[in-house]
């Protein structure tokens, strides 16, 4: 039987796909050898850090391969084997993902991009479990993942507090240097010589539970 056929199962409807995190290129050797050695075929350079999303149905949209210069190579995964499958069979169909098979998008071209689809009961073991968080802590990953630099100061101000006089004593104690200086101590953000902090692969994967604390001070 074709790897193909043992990845997949019969065209679905799409369900749900739920991102769980990323890996880095050394992750993905440690833990999954073979599609190392695929991942580091596809791309001459510039090799991105992996997105990991478990699905049990997901799809590969038609309009975006071959979009503004891109390109995707994709690998099917089942139990140590790996091939690649002609993507022209798959733009726009779902897929149905099985146990103990992964599908390792490599996405080139105009902005490299890599996805990892997993099965949810084979996901655990790939990434490590989320870091208890403060609300602060959870407020500042949200805006370094969603916002720029220069901004992300003012909006932490902004979401935490909504009156002037509590804004203004925060601001006064440096709280927002204080929550960059716990983040770095967990290794979620990296500061540099000036003070300034940029997020982590560790603090990437820790912004994806922030269910409760988005919930809480209404960030979408």
Known sequence: MALVNLVTSKYQLIVSEKTLGYMSKKELEDKVPELFKAYMRAYDKDRPDIKVVTAEQFSFPAEQFGYKGTWHIVFAYHKGQVQKIPVEN??????????????????TGGFNSCYLYVHPQNATPLLEGSVELTDEEGIVLYNMIHLKPFARKKEFYETKYKEWKARSAA????????????????????????????????GKNQSVHLGEIKKKYRMF
Do not use: H, N, R, W
């Not at 733009?91 to 599908?103: N, R, V």
């Not at 104690?173 to 990296?190: F, H, P, Q, T």
């Not at 500061?191 to 560790?202: D, P």
């Open 90 to 107: 798959y733009f726009g169909k779902s897929q149905s993902l099985l146990p103990d098979s992964m599908f390792l998008d490599c996405i």
């Open 171 to 202: 601001e006064e104690s440096g709280e927002y240097e204080k929550v960059i200086k716990s983040l770095a101590d967990k290794s979620l953000v990296k500061l540099s010589s000036s003070g300034a902090g940029a997020i982590t692969l560790k």
